[in-house]
């Protein structure tokens, strides 16, 4: 028999004396985890399969309108456009990552667990929805940079091409994130109230997809004003009529429509400004009662 | 070093129910068990510790820091388990605890280590790889003590540790529970509605019901009054009982039971010897585990 050469030895506990990082670090922390959630990583096949079948049609979209634009030089869609006609996608990845970021852990119970640590509860509240509008910019400006890219290298203008599309795409990226932040904050707020998924990502949907026959109906009746309004009834058509007013001929391209907004543009975007606003404390206030539980 | 002070600590809930009445107790570093019945004031009391909830009235400190101004830096030197389940079940038992330990500002990679560190102090190897969703009961409480060592903190708060484990889980948690408090040096305080569980692990025993101190002691103080004899005979019980009482031990009937409080070994003897003499039928005779009940029976009576 032959003398063991290697000993395991235990040990035992170890003191940790090494740094502790502070609030900015510990916030990042549970961001980059939020981000990576929102994307699948980290997690299983299973729930890898819809945030990349989402991001493989808007890729697929840009490619295509990228295509098209530089062999039949046609403008299928502006950047700002991109985003409004990707709505639909935006609503339902909203509706299947807000619950994955803070209705699990409201259904699991790991809450008191974070809770319990240095962690401040705004913090938390703050980095899940920093992490599903970042997760959404990302969804909204990665394809539009592809279509710039295309444009880019298929331009016949030389240097002042590609500046003059930088200039087009900025503003699309801007867009996108009104989008991101107006969708994360209402689609998070909804997904905190209950612990269970299905429920928040119905909510989710019904909220943004059952306000939109508001707008239709109001933009039907017989009153200018109303008319000129309408497009507060719902969160899908707020975002686009704030991107109308400010982005203007970017995103309805020029003579296309009358001014649907009449003199209410400022108008819109304080709505936007204080529906974003109205979330975020809502939300704060909801995790300050689930903390305390 | 004062572990916890709490100076005249009152909580109540919307002004009618009361969690925790004028509680003042002060304890020192070690293993303290925490017992009450349910609704007694244990997690109320622990949430206060941990800054969650606010106290109506009253002083606390926690490590010589205040928690209901300085919360971040108690819940940075603190470990805390609660009672229910509270794990993510997709997230392997490595992943969680190394995320976790980031929250409370270890850098990534000594997360890392010290989440496997801590998984192997409960006595977690190559499960740790696996989703926590298909684990048993008893490895789900190890992971929850092991995401509140993973911080290295200087107090950790386990709310009912031993919930749900069968009696060999019982044992084995309440000695890796001991071990911490030993060997790691890291206070611990234990909460739990069963008092011959915390008793053999604590130093000091702090008793609470309804809001209110019962005791706060040394274990040694507290216990050697309590040992008491559960004798049980098919019949002849009132026989029995005079003869116990003819032979001087205080007897005290409990429903179809004798209880004898135990002096020391020559009390088994005695008893044995009685119930052969009356020749009875010895159901059985064992050493009770106290319950938090007995000491409620034996408190004085202006408490109630």
């Known amino acids: ?44 096949a299973k729930a890898k399969i819809f945030p990349w079948l989402v991001i493989g049609i808007v890729t697929l979209v840009a490619a295509g309108v990228t295509a098209v634009r530089s062999q039949l030089g046609e403008v299928v869609m502006t950047y700002a456009q991109f985003a409004d006609n990707m709505s639909w996608l935006v609503i339902f990845f909203v509706a299947v990552v807000a619950p994955e970021l803070v209705s699990r852990d409201l259904h699991s119970g790991v809450l008191p667990l974070y809770f319990s640590r240095p962690l401040p509860r705004g913090d938390y509240a703050l980095a899940k929805l920093a992490a599903l509008g970042s997760a959404l910019w990302l969804l909204l400006g990665a394809p539009q940079l592809v279509m710039f890219l295309g444009a880019a290298f298929t331009t016949k203008d030389g240097m002042s091409g590609v500046w003059d599309e930088l200039l087009d795409l900025l503003p699309g990226l801007l867009y996108a994130a009104l989008w991101a932040v107006v969708f994360a904050s209402v689609g998070l707020l909804i997904a905190s109230l209950t612990g269970k998924r299905a429920f928040a990502a119905g909510g989710v949907v019904a909220v943004f997809l059952m306000t939109a026959p508001i707008v239709g109906i109001l933009s039907i009746m017989p009153s200018r004003t109303v008319n000129e309004l309408a497009m507060l009834g719902s969160p899908t058509a707020l975002v686009h009529a704030v991107g109308q007013y400010t982005l203007g001929d970017l995103l309805v391209p020029g003579g296309q429509t009358g001014n ?34 | 070093m004062t572990l916890i002070a709490t100076e005249s600590l009152t909580k109540r809930y919307g002004g009618t129910v009361t969690a925790l009445a004028d509680l003042t107790v002060a304890v020192e570093p070690g ?15 622990i949430k206060i510790l941990l800054g969650l909830l606010a106290p109506t009235s009253g002083r606390v400190r926690v490590l010589g820091l205040d928690p209901t101004t300085d919360s971040a830096a108690v819940r940075a030197r603190v470990g805390y388990m609660p009672e229910h389940d509270s794990l993510p079940p997709d997230l392997t038992a490595a992943e969680l605890v190394t995320h976790l330990g980031r929250i409370s500002g270890l850098p990534r990679t000594v997360a890392r ?17 696996r989703p926590v969703g298909g684990y048993s009961t008893g490895m789900k409480q190890r992971v929850k003590l092991a995401q509140a060592l993973v911080h290295d903190p200087d107090l950790l708060l386990l709310d009912e540790p031993t919930n749900g484990l069968d009696p060999a889980g019982r044992d084995a948690m309440l000695a890796l529970v001991h071990r911490i408090g030993t060997e790691f040096g890291i206070s611990v305080l234990v909460c739990s509605h069963l008092l011959g569980e915390v008793e053999r692990i604590c130093d000091t025993l702090v008793a609470i019901d309804g809001g209110r101190l019962l005791r706060a002691d040394h ?28 032979l001087q031990l205080p007897v005290t009937r409990d429903g179809r039971l004798l209880l004898v409080p135990l002096a020391d070994d020559a009390t088994y003897d005695l008893i044995l010897g009685a119930v052969a003499e009356l020749d009875l039928p010895l159901h059985r005779l064992d050493q009770r585990r106290h319950r938090v009940a007995e000491l409620f029976a034996t408190r004085e009576p202006s408490h109630v």
Not at chain 1, 25 to 35: C, D, E, N, S
Not at chain 1, 271 to 288: G, I, K, Q, T
Request: glycine share 12%; hydrophobic share 45%; proline share 2%.
């Open chain 1, 1 to 44: 028999m032959s003398e063991p050469t290697g000993v395991i030895h235990d040990i035992g506990y170890q003191r940790y004396t090494g740094p502790r990082l502070g609030r900015r670090h510990v916030f990042g922390a549970l961001y980059l985890h939020g981000l990576r959630t929102a994307f699948g990583l980290g997690r299983s």
């Open chain 1, 260 to 293: 649907q907004l009449g003199g209410f543009g400022p108008l819109y975007v304080a709505v936007a400004v204080l529906l974003v606003a109205a979330c975020v404390a809502l939300l704060f206030a909801r995790y300050r009662k689930v903390a305390a539980r």
């Open chain 2, 31 to 45: 293993i303290i068990g925490l017992v009450g019945a349910n609704g007694a004031g244990k997690s109320t009391l």
């Open chain 2, 113 to 129: 280590e010290r989440a496997s560190e801590a998984l192997r102090h409960v006595g977690l190897y190559e499960e740790r790889y």
């Open chain 2, 219 to 246: 274990i040694s103080a507290m216990t050697t009054s309590t040992d008491v004899l559960a004798v049980e005979v098919s019949e002849g019980t009132e026989d029995l009982a005079a003869r116990l009482t003819a």
